[in-house]
């Protein structure tokens, strides 16, 4: 069992940045493919970014170049840095885990999730 909390989000104008974060507790010692997703409304939940236990990583096209996802093991903590935020990136942004070592940026992939924070990007 993991719990997953994530905390970072806020109004941003155009432009601007955020870093996200997500703290994880529990079972931790597990290698885990961990991701942010999120949900803008009336949208279905889309995957952002995933990093595996080695560090590889996979980003949603629509954020490559802008966004970056990365963890701190030792603190288990995993990270969104959000750069040259667009009105589109407006969404509730949720962090995923999954045991195991696949790279991994499917929602029905996840067994763990957040509640969620909220980011609105203003033009």
């Known amino acids: 069992q993991v719990q997953l909390v994530e905390s970072g989000g806020g109004s941003v104008q155009a432009g601007g940045s955020l870093r996200l974060s997500c703290v994880a507790s529990?079972?931790?010692?597990?290698?885990?493919?961990m991701a942010w997703f999120r949900q803008a409304p009336g949208k279905e939940r889309e995957g952002v970014a995933s990093i595996d236990s080695d560090g590889n990583t996979v980003y949603a096209d629509s954020v490559k170049g802008r966004f970056t996802i990365s963890k701190d093991n030792t603190k288990n903590i995993l990270y969104l840095q959000m750069n040259s935020l667009k009105p589109q990136d407006t969404a509730m942004y949720y962090c995923a885990a999954e045991p195991g070592g696949w790279l991994l940026l499917d929602e029905s992939d996840f067994t763990y999730w957040g509640r969620g924070t909220h980011v609105t990007v203003s033009s």
């Open positions: 529990g079972d931790t010692s597990s290698r885990y493919c």
